[in-house]
């Protein structure tokens, strides 16, 4: 329960007070037990897609739901019998005539739309059930799914009703002539009549109109009362023919679907949002309350909830776009690799989107990635920040990705996970084997980016072949002449050992006296997650000719990460001591493997400097 000091409660409030002193209008008397109600009473309610229930005033005084029943009735007509059924029976035409109007489509032969009394009933028809008693049970079960809670009838003013709604039985009767309803008007009204004298509160109605926010799932029990791919063609009706002959001018004012009925309750939804919901039994000529239809006008104006205001911003869907040459993956690389990737990698760029992706936003970064692709070798796009894509966007991106326009430029998709928001995506993008065929997805941007950079260094034969390197060939070795070599490895006697992929090789906070130089196969340097105990962060992978673990040359401290072998892994293992005293004996050549070691930390220190340039821009 959401507390009084929050935001939306204030709001509310200052509302509830700036109009209670509103008395326009008169409680509806034509069903006399309706005359009964407070003119007084008001309340106020929001109820969001996440279940909480903002509430004024007496917002839990009962009531009878009257025609607010009709889009929930309307609802179940859907989910119990398919679209085209309903629509046979019933049309989604507004009629400008008030909700008792005896105006009938006899062309169409069907009632213009289920929102006046006519369609109603025809829709009070469709609850499913053998007997009058079984159809009852599911027009209330129905209803008490929206609630989330049991339902009870009011006897008295149900006895009101039926007794005195002459107008309604003409209506049946007028529609059983001309075959709209199949059963017996008695049968029908008895279902009718019961459903609009079924007792709610504010709140409850605050979150029945939630569940239609909410894809039709009650967002309080968490319950589906309907499937969601009817809710559209609710809302559509009550947009148009929700609030009695004043539908047109509320559809312009106000914007936004909803439902009165005539025991003073309104409902209107924001789909994806809020339900809203006012009490107040005095009714202007229209027969919509009269302070449920001011509450609603200023809801909407405060909020610009008006459904045709544009709040989109398709814009923000580009986060940043970066270069390769700011951003390089986290495999270290050597000297060589290096001037390669520097004088390539301009031309790969990364542009991350984020937000949903809807038509708009879709269209907008498909617009942009053919813009650089123009310019670029490879383009990667990266959804971490993306939140989810609908179904114009699945369509939209399979479309782009299905044709290859510019054949000098590879696009690449990251961050586009089977549990995350983006699976949907994933799976349009995936043939039917499951197989990425238009765009190759990676888990993560590094691991596109160390496919790009895979992809370069194979054009420039720089490409890890599949072969054993010597001593001489690591990094840390190099510009060591032949008899330097001979020297080295006579007195430090480099070990040459095997770890299994997996197998930790490093644990942090050990004491570090082997170092460590990579023959074949490669290593993940790891630090713990600042966010996630138990989790670890891929700081670096270290690949063939490099080293690790040779930090405590310089610093002889506490190891500062852990290292894991990422695939089976040969190395060189060097004693610290045993090179450090080959140092004291040999100090020009001991200088040159230092040399080659600060060269390596600077460049690591350089790429990282630039990173975060990139980063923070
Ligand atoms: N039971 C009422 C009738 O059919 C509902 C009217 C309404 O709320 O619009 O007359």
Redesign the pocket.
Known sequence: MPSRDDPVSRYLARLHDELISVDAGDVAT??PELARADPRHFAIAIATTDGRVFAVGDAGIPFTI???SKPFAYAHAFACHGRADVLDKVGVEPTGDP??SIVLDDIANHPYNPMV?AG?IAVAELFPGDTLQQRIGAMQNALSRFAGRELDLDEAVFRS?SAT?H??RAIAYLMRNSDMIKLEPEAVLGV??RQ??MLVNCRDLAIMAATFANDGVNPVTGEAAMPAEFVQDVLSVMHSCGM?DYAGQWAYEVGIPAK????GCVIAVIPGQIGIATYSPRLDSY?NSVRGVMACRRISADFGLHAFCSRTGVESVLRHELYGLHIRSKRVRTLAERAILDRSSGAICIIEAQGRLFFGTAERLVHRIRKVAANATHVIVDFRHVQGADRAALRLLQEFTGVSENPNCRLLFSHILANGPLANLRSALAGSDGVFQAVPVFDGLDAALKHVEEEILRMHKLAAEDKTLTLPEIAIFQNLDAEEMRLLTLSVQPKLTTFESGQIIIRKGELGKTFFAIVRGSASVELPSIGTAGRTVHIASVGKSLAFGHLALVEGQARGAQVVAETELVCYAISIEALRAFGRSHPSIYVKILMNIIGDLADTLRATNETIRALER
């Open positions: 034509y069903i009257q025609s607010v909700f008792n009394n109603a009703e709604g107008r309604n009718y009549f609009c004298s009695y009165s009925g005539v025991s027969g």
